[in-house]
């Protein structure tokens, strides 16, 4: 009855955790990988303002104008762009949408597809989809992506790195410098570079660098769901050379169509949104939890986004989070994340007292 493609998509690691989760009564929930504050007041009342002012037909397929032009120049002014004057920007259906439509729109069967392990569980998905070859790029224990790591495994069937910085879920934040060395080595090899950059917003103790700016072929990838909380609108973009974003358009067209009318609408008031009090209140969330752990656990300072991603006592991170669902807190095993198990992810988009609570709990069980 089901396509055999759906055999390449496993989602039975963190459906376990699920199925735990749901006998728990009240957990402390460090699990969720979405912001805990709400959709600012002016993007709320921009969406209805558009429902009523009957904007609720389908856009444009690449995006209502203003929104495109609203981001190209947001990303410029944060010089995340190329110098190239033939790239495009397109509204997504969610960063997510960016990311589909640009792997269906580059990488053949049997292509390879490198990214850094710890990695973002849609990218092993996607790829395994269409029937590319994840190759997982192993950066344990620091979890830094350099050029050196990145070249050891390119083979003559790489297609495409996918680089997350911050990242999913090891919080760590890739300086420029490093950046630079990567985009030059796959300009050398001809590889294409996907940048998402969903977190661009949280990173806490250096300014965010893109490495789009450096790459001769290169998509950028962002969207609303983090830094304005609306991960329910599903809007993103992408960025890139127009003839492979009007190919992306053309996906778009057949499969998603638009992103959400309102939504777009709103979305265009949000980037003229100040989140730095929300930025620097994760920054705060960030030091109470690396603060409560550094001395028992072996962990990387989280530089960005809203996770940290902690070895697991005794080495079986399986084994450490079950202990830890049965003492009320709710975490995510590494192996949902990682071809290991051996660490673990803490969401700290939560309250503090719930994130506090969640510390409490993970230094008694050690
Ligand atoms: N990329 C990364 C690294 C993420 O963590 C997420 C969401 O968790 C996404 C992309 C997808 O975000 P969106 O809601 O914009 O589709």
Redesign the pocket.
């Known amino acids: 009855m089901i396509a055999d493609r759906m055999n390449k998509i496993d989602a039975s690691g963190i459906r376990k955790v699920f199925d735990l989760a749901a006998k728990m009564k009240n957990p402390v929930n460090l699990s969720i990988?979405?912001p805990d504050f709400d959709v600012p007041d002016i993007v709320k009342n921009s969406a209805c303002e558009a429902i009523n002012a009957g904007f609720n037909k389908y856009t444009p397929t690449q995006g209502i104008p203003e929104l495109r032009e609203k981001v190209t120049a947001h990303l410029k002014n944060q010089n995340r762009l190329s110098n190239r004057d033939d790239d495009m920007t397109m509204i997504t259906s969610?960063?997510?949408?960016g990311?589909l439509l640009s792997i269906m729109t580059l990488v053949n069967e049997g292509d390879e597809v490198m990214f850094a392990d710890p990695y973002?569980v849609?990218y092993k998905h996607f790829v395994n989809l269409i029937g590319g070859k994840p190759v997982f790029i192993d950066t344990y224990p620091d979890f830094k992506l350099t050029a050196e790591r990145v070249e050891k495994n390119i083979t003559d069937k790489t297609k495409m790195l996918i680089v997350?910085s911050p990242?999913?879920p090891t919080a760590a934040v890739y300086p420029e410098k490093d950046l630079k060395e990567i985009a030059e080595l796959c300009n050398k090899r001809g590889i294409w570079i996907i940048s998402?950059e969903?977190?661009s917003s949280f990173a806490y103790d250096e300014k965010f660098a893109s490495i789009f700016p450096f790459a001769e072929k290169g998509i950028l990838l962002d969207?609303?769901?983090?830094s304005h909380a609306m991960?329910g609108w599903?809007v993103?973009y992408a960025v890139g050379n127009k003839n492979v974003i009007q190919e992306m358009c053309k996906l778009q067209q057949y499969t998603y169509v638009c992103a959400p009318s309102m939504a777009q609408k709103a979305a265009v008031n949000a980037l003229g949104v100040d989140i730095s009090g929300i930025v620097d209140s994760y920054r705060r969330k960030r030091d109470i939890v690396y603060e409560s752990l550094k001395n028992k656990f072996e962990l990387v300072k989280p530089g960005g986004a809203f996770y940290a991603f902690v070895k697991a006592p005794g080495g079986n991170a399986t084994k450490f989070v079950e202990k830890a669902i049965a003492n009320n807190l709710l975490i995510i095993p590494g192996s949902v994340f990682s071809e290991r198990d051996t660490h673990f992810r803490i969401s700290y988009a939560a309250d503090d007292a719930v994130i506090k609570r969640g510390m409490e709990i993970l230094n008694e069980l050690i």
């Open positions: 990988g979405q969610g960063t997510s949408g990311l973002f849609m997350n990242s999913n998402d969903i977190y969207g609303f769901s983090k991960t599903r993103g």
